[in-house]
């Protein structure tokens, strides 16, 4: 957005010192930069301007060495428009003008995205694995991750146990036993997979 700086009370007190041409292409802001005491400031486009330009308020007070901000609002225009910007302090004891000029909005082109073709189709699923081969991938998986020793000791531990199940010839062994058998085939299997 565009900004008009307008300064008050710079060299004088209800001095006005503005440019003395201002262009914008849409709505803009108009700088009240006040340099010195408080001040009440009014603006007013002229007929040319009041057609497409607007204020929310035409008075406007700027506290002492402060700065404030007018957002002016302009309607669609499809040609350029011209006039001035009446800017008075000190209640109509100094009045300075500014010519504006209004341009239409420059048009944008939108810009086009390039699709590859590549993109209009899903995409390929591979092929479902067969349970030999999520076995067999399992077992890679288990030597490179290192279990290899953890997978004997488990055998050992599972052979030793139902040795000692038998042996015994106990139904709480053997149901221990199967216990521990059914939890050490379902982790090695999280492991595995």
């Known amino acids: 957005m565009s900004t008009l700086s307008v300064e008050l009370n710079g060299d004088a007190v209800h001095s006005i010192r503005a440019p003395d041409r201002f262009e914008a292409t849409g709505p803009f802001a108009v700088a009240l930069?006040?340099?010195?005491?408080?001040?009440?400031?009014?603006?007013?486009?002229?007929?040319?301007?009041d057609r497409v330009a607007s204020v929310a308020e035409t008075n406007h007070f700027v506290d002492d060495e402060s700065t404030r901000h007018v957002h002016v609002a302009v309607d669609d225009v499809t040609e350029p428009v011209r006039g001035k910007l009446k800017i008075v302090t000190g209640y109509g004891s100094n009045t300075r003008?500014?010519?504006?000029?209004?341009?239409?909005p420059e048009e944008t082109v939108p810009e086009e995205v390039a699709v590859d073709e590549a993109f209009t189709k899903p995409p390929e699923r591979p092929p479902e694995v067969s349970p030999s081969q999520r076995a067999a991938?399992?077992?890679?998986?288990?030597?490179?991750?290192g279990g290899v020793p953890a997978a004997i000791?488990?055998?050992?531990a599972l052979a030793a146990g139902v040795a000692i199940a038998l042996a015994l010839d106990s139904a709480v062994v053997s149901v221990v036993v199967a216990v521990v058998l059914v939890v050490s085939l379902g982790a090695a299997l999280l492991a595995a997979w």
């Open 33 to 49: 930069e006040n340099e010195g005491r408080s001040t009440h400031v009014h603006l007013h486009f002229d007929d040319d301007l």
């Open 97 to 104: 003008y500014v010519n504006v000029r209004i341009d239409p």
């Open 137 to 145: 991938n399992a077992v890679d998986r288990l030597i490179e991750r």
């Open 153 to 156: 000791a488990a055998f050992l």
